[in-house]
């Protein structure tokens, strides 16, 4: 049964960091955490993060009990409930997340699933891998379900990280899904983590020391053990290589098993030493109170025929951890079964693995890994028609519960069994599988063996010829190039001795004629260049005088209009109250155009104007000019355009007329509302939108005609070639749209904004 008991000891072993995992909160802060706790008030940021990373101390301790699991559960569940009073946070996401990773160390997937719910973004994908590899990992006798929920919640992963455009956690995503597929012996699974390692070395990630210890176990559990040690060593070569620690643990928990089941007892027991000194410091996807964890160790202690040391040893681990689950119960008990069945005290061991049998039978809890050891204790005692039933029940389990190991292991027993009590014939169809499945494994071995030598010893020869044929190239190569290089030289030597008396003859006199003509030219250029150098200065100070002009033009311009409102509103005050409203649209008017004038001559570009910082000084300006700000509230979404005057002008006129329209008509009485001002910019064509959720108009009243407003934003809107819509739908909703790339005959007519 050694066999049997490698493979599922085994399948445990890979546990590794397939999901992201947050910094640990080391035990040395627990002391100025709980005074932080003291000391902060109710509901505030500083309370909130320290309970957090309270539920993180307790979570991350080493050896995963219960009790530090409900504190952390309780830090968490604190830290979620100041969360649901105020806006959604990081914090808050990091405290649900805490929470569900707590109860899935308690084995309570629905409880985490019921948690996804309430995350987004990175904290969503980070629990659908952490439940997606518990899913993956669960210790139960029939697994498909969980397998399939596994994959479920993987695919799900990789699809929200594409979106996120997270290459590390979709690569996690994918890993896991490989990792089903090993555990399913499917042929292509090997492939599938190698490229899962290609996919993390592209993303400089170093996640891929523990997808080595994944191929490891496949690779094991196909029966290739020479590489599945191959797949364990480069991940022990990567972690220091990488001097990445973090999963040391499980690393070395594999090796260990990898050297126990090559006859190597001393390196196993050394490995497992090493795996265990790491997880007193820090828990990987196993500890040192997990029970697969310690019956795998029970197993490399055994191996080395020690047994009394082995007791001791298992006696002190398990005497650290005490039960906490009906599974933890049925481990340790079969563990110390175990032990004293090597020992050969079958009355004990006996009793051990009946009381766990009874248990798993109970519960419905590791159903098969009791009876295959009440199973073996039969046999090793001699007691062969107890041991009957129990060896034909573990054959009734499914295929996937063995490699070709045990399942040959499972069969040779059968067949011991049988010949003993005198089932003959069953005993020779036992001995038949056993016999078939042992030429079958030689044979695939062989196989294995001889194309792995057939592939180095062809890919030698190839390499070999490739080196001769280059050398031959190379060869060729030389003395072609010898050859031409010769027959160059002859055809340079008869050419230049022609030519080299010729040449200098006419070089004589081109440079005689070169000099009197460079003197000629020299005399002309430097007068030129002089006409030309007080040219350039000239138009430079008139360029500069123009633009102080044009500066000059738009600051009398913004005066005079300021002088105009100023004179508005003494007049004002002589007015009635149609007049009045009139008089004060006119001054809204004219201080849209000022306000233009103002940002040019202020700016250092005279020529166009920042839309987004004017519409951001206007209007506010008629926020406060209608006295509206706490009942109509004015969004903008302004893109950093920036628009010459001759369209910044109508545009702002534009603006102007329909956020004083819904002021004035939009929201009546003390009605409350919202205007939207939007303009954009995309593929050469500027986009005005200006809406708000006020009463609309009367459609049966409605005559464009009669308002002023409507004519003039219609009459700006031609001059400047653009097209104006009026929607009256839950609310007034004018659109404008303009082309920014205007021909100069466009620029003329509009210039009266100019």
Not at 213 to 240: H, N, P, W
């Amino acid at each position: 049964m050694t066999g049997l008991l490698a493979c599922c000891i085994l399948s445990a072993t890979c546990r590794a960091q397939f999901y992201p995992t947050d910094p640990i909160v080391p035990e040395s802060r627990l002391p100025v955490l709980l005074a932080a706790l003291r000391n902060a008030e109710t509901g505030t940021p500083e309370r909130n993060r320290a309970l957090i990373d309270l539920a993180n101390l307790y979570y991350n301790k080493p050896r995963k009990r219960f009790e530090d699991l409900d504190k952390a559960i309780a830090y968490a569940r604190a830290a979620v409930s100041v969360r649901h009073t105020r806006q959604e946070s990081h914090d808050g996401q990091r405290a649900t997340k805490l929470l569900a990773l707590a109860a899935i160390d308690k084995q309570d997937f629905p409880s985490a699933e019921n948690l996804l719910r309430q995350l987004y973004g990175q904290y969503k994908l980070d629990l659908q891998l952490r439940l997606a590899y518990a899913y993956c990992e669960a210790d139960k006798d029939l697994k498909d379900a969980d397998w399939a929920k596994a994959i479920a919640l993987a695919q799900s992963a990789i699809r929200g990280s594409i979106g996120l455009h997270d290459a590390v956690r979709e690569t996690q995503a994918r890993q896991i899904v490989a990792l089903v597929h090993a555990k399913q012996q499917s042929p292509a699974a090997e492939r599938e983590l190698l490229d899962i390692v290609a996919r993390f070395k592209k993303a400089k990630s170093r996640f891929y020391q523990t997808t080595y210890v994944a191929m490891s176990e496949y690779c094991f559990l196909i029966g290739d053990q020479s590489r599945a040690m191959y797949y364990s060593i480069e991940a022990v070569k990567t972690m220091k290589a990488t001097k990445d620690s973090s999963m040391a643990g499980d690393i070395y928990t594999n090796h260990a098993m990898m050297w126990t089941d090559n006859d190597e007892y001393r390196k196993g027991v050394a490995y497992i030493d090493l795996a265990i000194a790491h997880y007193t410091q820090r828990a990987g996807r196993y500890n040192l109170s997990h029970p697969l964890f310690l019956f795998d160790t029970e197993y490399i202690y055994g191996k080395t025929g020690n047994y009394e040391d082995d007791l001791r040893r298992m006696k002190v681990l398990l005497a650290n951890a005490p039960p906490q689950t009906t599974q933890d119960r049925i481990y340790q008990t079969v563990i110390m079964a175990r032990i004293y069945r090597r020992m050969k005290r079958y009355d004990q061991s006996e009793q051990l693995y009946k009381r766990a049998y009874a248990i798993s039978k109970k519960s419905g809890v590791n159903v098969f890994r009791t009876t295959a050891g009440l199973a073996q204790v039969f046999v090793d005692s001699k007691q062969y028609a107890k041991a009957r039933p129990l060896l034909y029940e573990e054959l009734a389990f499914p295929k996937t519960f063995f490699n070709n190991g045990s399942l040959r292991h499972l069969h040779y027993m059968a067949y011991l069994n049988d010949s003993a009590t005198g089932n003959y014939f069953d005993a020779i169809k036992h001995l038949s599988v056993y016999s078939d499945i042992s030429h079958h494994d030689l044979t695939q071995s062989r196989e294995r063996e001889v194309q792995r030598l057939r592939i180095a010893f062809e890919a030698q020869q190839k390499e070999d010829e490739i080196k001769i044929k280059n050398q031959n190239i190379r060869l060729l190569s030389q003395n072609a190039k010898i050859q031409e290089e010769r027959l160059r030289n002859a055809n340079l030597t008869m050419v230049m001795s022609f030519f080299l008396a010729t040449f200098l003859v006419v070089v004589s006199v081109l440079i005689f004629s070169k000099y009197r003509q460079k003197a000629r030219n020299s005399h002309e250029i430097e007068h030129k260049n002089t006409i030309i150098t007080e040219k350039n200065m000239i138009l430079e100070h008139l360029l500069h005088e123009k633009e102080w002009l044009l500066k000059e033009v738009h600051h009398r311009v913004k005066n005079n209009l300021h002088t105009i409102i100023c004179l508005l509103e003494s007049q004002a005050s002589y007015l009635g109250n149609e007049a009045l409203k009139a008089l004060e649209t006119s001054q809204n008017r004219i201080y849209a155009m000022s306000l233009i004038h103002q940002k040019l001559y202020q700016s250092d570009d005279i020529r166009s104007v920042d839309m987004k910082g004017y519409f951001t000084e206007f209007l506010l300006f008629l926020s406060e000019t209608f006295d509206a700000s706490n009942r109509v509230r004015i969004i903008q979404d302004i893109a950093p355009v920036k628009l010459p005057a001759t369209q910044a002008i109508p545009i702002a006129l534009i603006v102007n007329e329909s956020v004083t329209n819904a002021f004035k008509h939009a929201f009546p009485g003390k009605l409350e509302g919202i205007v939207r001002i939007s303009l954009l910019q995309q593929d050469g064509e500027i986009s005005l939108t200006i809406e708000d959720n006020g009463i609309g108009w009367d459609e049966s009243d409605y005559n464009p005609q009669n308002s002023l407003g409507i004519q003039l934003m219609r009459g700006l809107s031609e001059d400047m070639g653009a097209g104006i819509c009026f929607e009256n739908q839950s609310g007034t909703r004018i659109s404008l749209t303009l082309r920014t790339d205007l021909s100069e005959e466009q620029e003329t007519r509009s210039s009266l904004f100019a």
